[in-house]
């Protein structure tokens, strides 16, 4: 589990495609690599990854191939960057919203344009993700707890203030970027409890 708050930007060292159709990623990692173990989850663009290797100030982790596929990893190469964050603690702050490092979707930014010494951006996605968003509600975008600004009939949008450009990722996005994409997880339980409970009525007024 995560809450969402970039604890590091690391840059990529390399990411080497195996035999599977899986690969193996390295970043470079100063700030995490000293309290990181081999088994601990770290959220790499907001996908929980298990470290394999600890070295010399670099992590290393596994990528399945559905991993590959359903998120926007498969676009990582040597120079690029990437935001971390440790798994949470008993008794850490939650700074963000609880975010659980499985991808929803891969979201795409149709816009940025800049509001004072804010960024705006607009991020396109599915009717899934869009049914569970609401005006001000929080949404993990590339593993950023965010707060959704508007809402489209395709899209959505989110504000971010310099620390956050110059802390993460979206500091370098621009249009036609693909970003993953998280649900808050307790919208996403809500709307199963409520789709199950329409279910289990409808079956009571046909008995």
């Given at each position: 589990m995560?809450?969402?708050?970039?604890?590091?930007?690391?840059?990529?060292?390399?990411?080497?495609?195996?035999?599977?159709?899986?690969?193996?990623?390295?970043?470079?990692?100063?700030?995490?690599?000293?309290?990181?173990?081999?088994?601990?989850?770290?959220?790499?663009?907001?996908i929980c990854l298990t470290v394999t290797s600890v070295e010399k100030g670099e992590l290393s982790f596994d990528i399945s191939p559905e991993t590959l596929r359903v998120t926007n990893l498969n676009q990582l190469g040597s120079g690029d960057v990437a935001n971390l964050e440790l798994s949470l603690q008993i008794g850490d702050r939650l700074g963000g919203h609880f975010v659980s490092g499985h991808i929803d979707?891969?979201?795409?930014?149709?816009?940025?344009?800049?509001?004072?010494?804010?960024?705006?951006?607009?991020?396109?996605?599915?009717?899934?993700?869009?049914?569970?968003?609401?005006?001000?509600?929080?949404?993990?975008?590339?593993?950023?707890?965010?707060?959704?600004?508007?809402?489209?009939?395709?899209?959505?949008?989110?504000?971010?203030i310099p620390h956050t450009a110059k802390l993460t990722t979206l500091g370098t996005k621009s249009v036609g970027d693909k970003v993953n994409l998280e649900s808050d997880m307790i919208g996403k339980y809500i709307a199963r409890l409520m789709m199950t409970s329409n279910i289990e009525g409808r079956e009571k007024i046909d008995i």
């Open positions: 995560f809450s969402g708050i970039v604890e590091e930007l690391a840059k990529v060292s390399f990411q080497d495609s195996k035999p599977d159709g899986g690969s193996r990623l390295v970043v470079e990692s100063a700030i995490l690599s000293p309290e990181a173990s081999i088994g601990d989850s770290i959220a790499v663009n907001g979707d891969v979201g795409e930014i149709v816009d940025r344009r800049s509001e004072g010494d804010c960024s705006v951006f607009r991020i396109a996605a599915n009717k899934d993700i869009l049914n569970l968003l609401i005006d001000r509600g929080s949404i993990s975008v590339d593993g950023i707890s965010l707060t959704v600004t508007k809402i489209f009939e395709d899209a959505f949008e989110i504000v971010i």
